[in-house]
């Protein structure tokens, strides 16, 4: 019963992840194709992450639908490693994220020039190799396998508690801490900017109304904040667990980890889409507008429909300008 209802939870969740973040993407792509803005692909990229996070649980719930068959150990490992690199991929796409916009409001005016396609793809092409080592470190060191006769693949049936230590301290802390930097950082140059427009305001030399720049910046800022707040509670409790299950196995039991703890993670892929669609207004509008031309084609189609309802319908004969003429 407990399978089956863990089961529906992880069906469930998966299949909004896919399809919010599919939207997202399509969306994106959208705005790409209009403004050409290369930090869009960043974004572009967390979506796509995400959406492969929802795919690879499906897996996962194949299993617990299923009946034991105690797969082969290198079957879970290399499911779990996909598992992995996909939320790996994310963190890192987050992270990505995070520098795009720091660089945006650090140097403004320099912007477009530093962020070039050519600088964009390598990023991307290596934050993938990057995921793709962290996911798939268990295949290639077997001392980080778990030997153990299991029903179902899962995360501490197959990985030892020492492979999440290692993930936890080359890959989850690093990039929080960089977030955190980043946060301040931004909220340092925000604050500086703030308080010269004060100054300005207060000399007579501007109106009431804050420079689009500033404004833009504060709402880059909330963004990544919301963000990082998000990706901290989604995460940490996971990671922590995972740290003290290290040193003390029967203080959090790994089926509370792996039941609850890592669904709280996943919740993080989902929040991502539904982030970016609600606070940034290019996204929203271009959501809006995609919504209206589906909707206007479901409508002209319907309306065809009840026009010509029957299908073998004969075309109305036509008169030409010369026969009219005659």
């Known amino acids: 019963m407990a399978s089956s209802a863990l ?46 996070v929802g795919f690879t649980v499906m897996g996962l719930v194949m299993d ?13 490992v290399l ?4 598992v992995t690199s996909s939320s790996a991929a994310s963190i890192l796409s987050l992270t990505l994220v995070a520098c795009d916009r720091h660089l945006a409001i650090r140097k403004p005016f320099h912007y477009f020039q ?79 900017h703030v308080q010269h427009i004060r100054e300005v305001e207060h000399a007579g030399l501007a109106g009431s109304c804050p420079p689009p720049h500033t404004t833009s910046d504060m709402k880059a800022l909330r963004t990544v904040a919301i963000l990082i707040g998000c990706f ?29 703890l890592w669904l709280l993670g996943l919740c993080n892929s989902l929040l991502n889409p539904l982030l970016y669609s609600c606070w940034q207004k290019d996204v929203r509008l271009q959501f809006s507008q995609l919504a209206a031309s589906v909707k206007k084609r479901v409508l002209l189609h319907l309306g065809n429909r009840h026009r010509f309802p029957g299908r073998g319908t004969k075309s109305l004969p036509t008169v030409s300008c010369l026969r009219l003429q005659d």
């Open 7 to 52: 089961g529906t939870i992880l069906a469930v969740l998966a299949s909004l992840i896919i399809t919010a973040n599919i939207l997202v993407a399509i969306v994106l792509l959208r705005l790409i194709q209009k403004s050409g803005y290369k930090g869009h692909y960043f974004v572009l990229n967390l979506a796509v992450a995400d959406a492969m």
């Open 64 to 76: 617990e639908f299923s009946k034991p068959f105690y797969p082969p150990q290198i079957f879970c």
């Open 79 to 82: 499911r779990m490693a996909f």
């Open 114 to 192: 530093l962020v070039t396609g050519l600088r964009v793809g390598v990023q991307l092409v290596g934050l993938w190799l990057l995921a793709a080592i962290i996911g798939f470190l268990p295949v290639f060191v077997p001392v980080f396998q778990k030997i153990s006769a299991q029903e179902k693949c899962s995360f501490f049936g197959v990985f030892h508690p020492t492979y999440m230590l290692t993930v936890s301290c080359i890959g989850f802390f690093p990039a929080l801490f960089l977030f955190i930097y980043l946060y301040c950082d931004m909220l340092k140059i925000a604050s500086v």
């Open 232 to 260: 901290a509670l989604s995460w940490l409790p996971f990671f922590i667990a995972s740290i003290v299950q290290t040193v003390c196995t029967e203080c959090f039991p790994s089926k509370v980890i792996e039941s609850y």
